[in-house]
């Protein structure tokens, strides 16, 4: 393979699941690609997958090929976070790197990303990894997306931040440390099993899960009356779906009382 060869690749954000969720920008993006490609990780994720299949139905109106990609599997509560998560890229940035590969000269790939590209996700830093190999030389674009904390929050119909206050985004593992320093809202991503434990339980707590699609479940509160069924409705959502995406808000602001309002 040349170490000439330059692939073209657009990485689009798609949001988090509702088709209207695409920017214009991101429509035309779309328009002109020859190849999509999707990591696949089987029946886990064959729903994700078929929203990718139907976006593409609905905006290439030109030939093109959705490209598979075996998502290699990932550890799960190891023993070493990081080094388990350096393996998993460094895994998925050869299965990319093979599968780019195969786009000829001229040819445009894209990668339909969940949410934003920016915020949470691996792809961006994949591709670096692939660029900095050289074998591929990669032309790069990035087109933002509505991420889930945006989405989030216009559900529930409620501001992100307190009146010039701090907002901090972090990882259930983090949080588990305690509440981040100096901030007055907490918006919580990756949270695999949330337990609230060791929360002040007078938090207002903004939750949602599969954001966007038709499977949407929305619970508001005090976190001291709601946590506990937050938790149940999880665990049965994961156990229908096999998956579960989902996203919480705390604040010590009051809950917001204008969703489902015309």
Excluded at 225 to 246: E, N
Aim: hydrophobic residues 45%; negative net charge; contains cysteine.
């Amino acid at each position: 393979m040349s170490a000439q060869t330059e692939k073209r690749i657009r990485v689009v954000g798609i949001g988090t699941g509702d088709p209207d969720h695409l920017t214009l920008q991101a429509v035309r993006a779309l328009s002109d690609v020859d190849a999509v490609f999707v990591l696949d990780k089987r029946a886990e994720t064959a729903d994700l997958v078929e929203i990718r299949r139907r976006i593409c139905q609905a905006h290439i109106a030109r030939p093109y090929r959705l490209v598979t990609v075996d998502d290699p599997p990932r550890e799960r509560n190891p023993a070493d976070y990081a080094a388990t998560v350096e393996a998993w890229h460094a895994a998925r940035a050869d299965r990319l790197e093979t599968a780019f590969g195969a786009l000829a000269d001229g040819e445009v790939g894209a990668l339909l990303v969940w949410g934003d590209p920016a915020l949470y996700d691996s792809t961006l830093r994949i591709l670096e990894r692939i660029a900095a190999r050289g074998r591929l030389s990669l032309a790069c674009e990035v087109v933002p997306g509505l991420s889930s904390v945006q989405v989030l929050c216009a559900r529930h119909a409620v501001p992100l931040n307190a009146i010039g206050g701090t907002v901090a985004i972090t990882t259930g593992r983090r949080l588990a440390a305690g509440w981040p320093e100096g901030a007055e809202s907490v918006v919580v991503m990756l949270d695999g099993d949330p337990s609230f434990a060791g929360l002040d339980p007078d938090l207002t707590i903004h939750w949602g899960a599969y954001l966007g699609g038709a499977d949407e479940i929305l619970v508001a509160g005090r976190l001291g009356s709601v946590g506990d069924d937050i938790r149940r409705l999880r665990a049965q959502a994961r156990a229908r779906h096999g998956w579960i995406m989902d996203i919480y808000l705390l604040s010590r602001q009051g809950a917001g009382t204008l969703a489902g309002r015309p």
